[in-house]
């Protein structure tokens, strides 16, 4: 895998921002800039902006298996395409952006164009185009590959001027008539949303601009960027004031072709970090855009102790440490077990009751294995505590597919690790070896890397974790006496770990371990361009 830059350590404190900001940020700053309708020129690399890498024969051909790049697109979407000025070649992000990708790829450009979002994703799918921009929703990852997001844009609903509603929580009206794109995003968000008014599908966005034209709609629901454009097309139509949601648009490609997805990445934040992005979306006039800070998909929760909920882009959900009913940092709906609704992986990095005690309960109850050292899972196995098919194996250095999408990693942790486990047969508590304790790296969908610690010392071979797999986020012991105090944990994260953010974790629960998150903040002092996030339980944290 072709390893992404390493930041410079440096830390922002409140509030939480995302964590790849980096891939965005060509949507805040002015870019390189080409004559209208020509394509983005390539812009040089700096210091802080590394030069884009070759790819491969074996990226070029995953990419471009016909020897040319069919870019897929539809019209009317600054994001898609739209008609160049006085007659000049079409642009858009997607436009643009994949005629970059052509040029990188040394391949000519093809545009295929299809008459709405839908049958572009059906067209990957097919294999008969072979990239395109669009919104990466879960729905969309079970069908393409996404890169991180490049682009995020704000959902609103365009409606005729005489129209009484002011804000977008207005429309949910008993015989409101909204339109949306047949098959878009939209369309099912808003079917789940929508009680009383009527959603009506639209084949394409110049039928919607006649429907609102003709009064057939009292609203149109979509991106920013297209309303904008549509706007221009029905006189004295407006938008709504707020948001109903968040697009996050991104470099999308059919499935099968995994091996070239690292470089595909690369590829993505070079053109943020390097203005393209802004440069096409400005050409484009694509406006609705928001702040990088708006996320780009991945949601974590602290549940207390080293317990955590992650959401990832592709909307799995993975659990750490369960250690929930008893923990009294948990918030009180996450004591009830049914509260998470389902879990696709369930990691567990050792043998202690406040990170193993709810495992069993969770896997029995969502049907989900237990990702833990394979000698806990065989001595769990060896108790009857669940089904083998539940307790599967591995150990350090092992990396498996937890999920979809989904690579975990066991890597080392210093601690220690034992199962206390009741005998009803005795009501007698007995010891039973708990193998040796891990930490996990953990890869999302779109290559987002967590590297949750697990209880552990600070330990020379946390740089080469760091250097080997360059972490978005750290999740680290803090608390002191079984593991890191928060002096230990800070010269852990900025000599040795070095992720792009971090969370202090497994302090506040126990007396014994009395590190706090500010002790740990004033021990790391200033680190430009590192994150220190220090969430409630409960509280959400979007990247």
């Known amino acids: 895998m072709t390893h992404r830059q390493r930041p410079r350590p440096f830390v922002f404190f409140w509030p939480v921002r995302a964590a790849h900001a980096a891939l965005l940020a060509g949507l805040l700053a002015l870019g390189a800039c080409t004559a209208p309708g020509g394509p983005p020129a390539a812009a040089a690399a700096t210091s802080s902006q590394p030069a884009l890498t070759a790819p491969s024969p074996e990226v070029r051909a995953a990419l471009a298996p016909t020897g040319t790049l069919r870019i897929a697109v539809y019209p009317g979407s600054p994001t898609s395409m739209v008609p160049g000025a006085n007659g000049q070649p079409p ?17 000519p ?14 067209a990957l799918q097919r294999g008969e185009a072979d990239i395109t921009i669009t919104n990466a929703t879960p729905d969309r990852f079970a069908l393409l590959n996404f890169t991180p997001p490049l682009v995020a844009l704000e959902l609103g609903v365009l409606v005729p001027g005489p129209s009484r509603w002011q804000g977008v929580d207005d429309i949910d009206q008993p015989g409101a008539r909204i339109g949306v794109s047949q098959g878009s995003s939209s369309e099912r968000a808003l079917r789940a949303r929508l009680k009383q008014a009527q959603l009506l599908t639209l084949p394409t966005l110049a039928d919607a601009a006649a429907a609102m034209r003709e009064g057939r709609l009292d609203g149109f629901a979509t991106n920013k960027g297209i309303l904008n454009e549509l706007a221009e097309q029905v006189p004295a139509s407006r938008l709504l004031s707020g948001r109903w949601g968040l697009e996050h648009l991104a470099l999308g490609t059919g499935k099968g072709r995994e091996v070239a997805m690292p470089w595909l990445r690369h ?37 207390g102790q080293s317990a955590f909920k992650i959401t990832t882009p592709g909307g799995k959900v993975i659990v750490t440490d369960p250690w929930l009913r008893a923990n009294p940092l948990t918030p009180p709906d996450y004591k009830k077990l049914e509260t998470f609704g389902k879990i696709d992986v369930l990691l567990v990095t050792h043998g202690h009751a406040d990170h193993f005690a709810d495992a069993p309960a969770l896997a029995q109850l969502y049907d989900t294995p237990i990702r833990a050292p394979g000698d806990l899972n065989q001595t769990a196995t060896t108790l009857g505590l669940l089904p083998a098919r539940l307790l599967p194996r591995m150990n350090k250095g092992g990396t498996v597919t937890a999920a979809p999408g989904i690579q975990i990693t066991a890597v080392r942790a210093e601690h220690s690790s034992i199962l206390v486990w009741h005998n009803p047969a005795s009501d007698k508590d007995e010891t039973h070896p708990g193998g040796e304790p891990i930490g996990w790296i953990i890869t999302l969908e779109n290559g987002f890397r967590i590297y949750h610690a697990g209880d552990t010392a600070v330990f020379a071979d946390m740089a080469w974790i760091g250097q080997r797999y360059q972490p978005d986020l750290a999740l680290v012991p803090i608390g002191g006496h079984f593991t890191m105090d928060p002096t230990d944990a800070a010269y852990a994260v900025k000599e040795l770990i ?17 590190g706090t998150a500010q002790q740990f903040i004033d021990a790391l002092g200033p680190q430009p361009g590192m994150r220190v996030i220090v969430p409630k339980p409960g509280q959400v944290v979007s990247f």
């Open 91 to 107: 642009m858009g992000v997607t436009v643009e952006i994949g005629q970059a990708l052509a040029r990188a790829l040394g391949v």
């Open 109 to 122: 450009a093809q545009l295929h164009e299809r008459p709405r979002v839908a049958e572009v994703v059906a």
């Open 267 to 303: 590829f993505a934040a070079h053109m943020a970090a390097t203005g393209q992005v802004q440069a096409a979306a400005e050409r484009a006039r694509l406006r609705g855009t928001v702040p990088a800070e708006a996320g780009n998909g991945v949601e974590v929760v602290w549940l």
């Open 498 to 514: 070095r992720p792009k953010a971090v969370m202090p974790m497994h302090y506040g629960a126990n007396p014994l371990a009395k």
